[in-house]
């Protein structure tokens, strides 16, 4: 993808879950449409290669998004080494499947804190710092099961839909602070969280049968959306579920193509 514009020059931005995915990517959109960027994960070996790739716009800091103090301290970071924060972007997530008469109390923690406590705590902090500063814009990754459940994804499927909310009611409450808080609803994206998943041709199968594209998308087409909402086009779009999905939401009905 060939990015002619700079429209994010001397804006500095937090990315987590930055090592790999739809967090590098962004990352390395940002980056190429001039920002600076501290990308937060736990894997800092994959952050200090990034790092070296793309440069000094580039800060890797390892961090846990379900720690306080680690959330707190990105934005320190972002501040010290860049002098504030205007945009973030909350990627980081995993999940721990099973259905809910076998799904363990610690599954359920571990998704529902990194996939929704963490972005509370990322949001809590980056918001204090944007609001001294007098405003800024922050992105939310929550995924298409905010919306539509998914068999095994009880506690995905809630944490997701908790960010959505999070995120209406963060760009409730901030909106007065000058800062507009959106998300993103993917759908299925190739990336390492999934790469298990769609090598079994037939769960793949599944999933085609659902996309009207009948593909996944790639990280890199996440970016362009994510980074809309954050950029100054969309100055009046605060609260928004911005679905990102090939039309796979719009395919609840069975398939009646073949009888057209
Ligand atoms: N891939 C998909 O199909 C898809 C679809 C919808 C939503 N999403 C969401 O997009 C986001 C990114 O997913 P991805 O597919 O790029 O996954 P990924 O596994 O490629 O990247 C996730 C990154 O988050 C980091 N991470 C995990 N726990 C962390 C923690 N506690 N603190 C800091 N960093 C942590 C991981 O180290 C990893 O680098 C997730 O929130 C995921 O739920 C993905």
Not at 69 to 92: I, K, M, P, T, Y
Not at 166 to 186: D, W, Y
Request: proline residues 3%; hydrophobic residues 45%.
């Amino acid at each position: 993808m060939t990015i002619i514009n700079n429209r994010f020059a001397n804006k500095v931005a937090i990315v987590t879950g930055g090592a790999s995915g739809i967090g590098y990517a962004i990352a390395e959109r940002l980056i190429q449409e001039g920002a600076s960027v501290v990308a937060a994960d736990l894997n800092i070996e994959r952050l200090q290669a990034i790092q070296a790739q793309l440069g000094e716009r580039f800060y890797g800091v390892k961090a846990n998004v379900t720690v306080e103090a680690d959330a707190a301290n990105l934005v320190s970071a972002a501040v010290e080494r860049f002098g504030g924060l205007q945009l973030a972007f909350n990627v980081a997530g995993a999940s721990k499947a099973g259905v809910i008469t076998e799904l363990s109390e610690s599954d359920w923690d571990f998704t529902v804190d990194l996939c929704m406590k963490g972005v509370f705590l990322c949001m809590k902090h980056q918001a204090l710092q944007m609001a001294k500063q007098g405003g800024g814009s922050i992105v939310n990754v929550a995924s298409l099961n905010a919306q539509v459940p998914m068999y095994a994804g009880s506690a995905y499927a809630s944490a997701k839909a908790g960010v959505d909310m999070l995120t209406k009611n963060g760009a409730l409450e901030m909106a007065r602070s000058g800062i507009r808080v959106n998300a993103i609803l993917p759908g299925l994206i190739e990336t390492p969280l999934t790469a298990d998943l769609l090598k079994q041709e037939d769960i793949k199968a599944a999933y085609m049968e659902r996309i009207p594209m009948k593909r996944a998308a790639k990280p890199e087409e996440m970016t362009g959306p994510a980074l809309f909402l954050a950029s100054e086009d969309a100055g009046y779009v605060n609260g928004a579920s911005l679905i990102v999905d090939g039309g796979w939401a719009t395919s609840g009905y069975p398939d009646l193509s073949r009888w057209f």
